[in-house]
């Protein structure tokens, strides 16, 4: 069996909602798609982020779907 092969990229996004107390919040990058960050998801906290920031995303891209790996607020 062989290992799956992914790739990372960089994306900028904009903060749409956060919600700290569920674990969640939802970014919605340049090209106008809704990503997803957990409060399990390498970054600063959900604490740190608030609604209209910019956040500089990593994703993982496999072959049937994209995730977020990281996340870092800007500014």
């Known amino acids: 069996m062989s290992a799956v092969k992914t790739t990372r990229s960089p994306v900028m996004a904009t903060a749409h909602e956060v919600l700290p107390r569920f674990g969640l919040a939802f970014v919605i990058d340049d090209e106008n798609t809704t990503w997803t960050i957990t ?6 906290g959900l604490d740190a982020l608030r609604t209209g920031q910019r956040v500089r995303l990593t994703l993982d891209h496999h072959p049937a779907f994209s995730v977020v790996r990281t996340y870092d607020p800007q500014g």
Do not use: D, K, L, S
Not at 39 to 44: A, K, L, S
């Open 39 to 44: 409060r399990n998801m390498e970054g600063p």
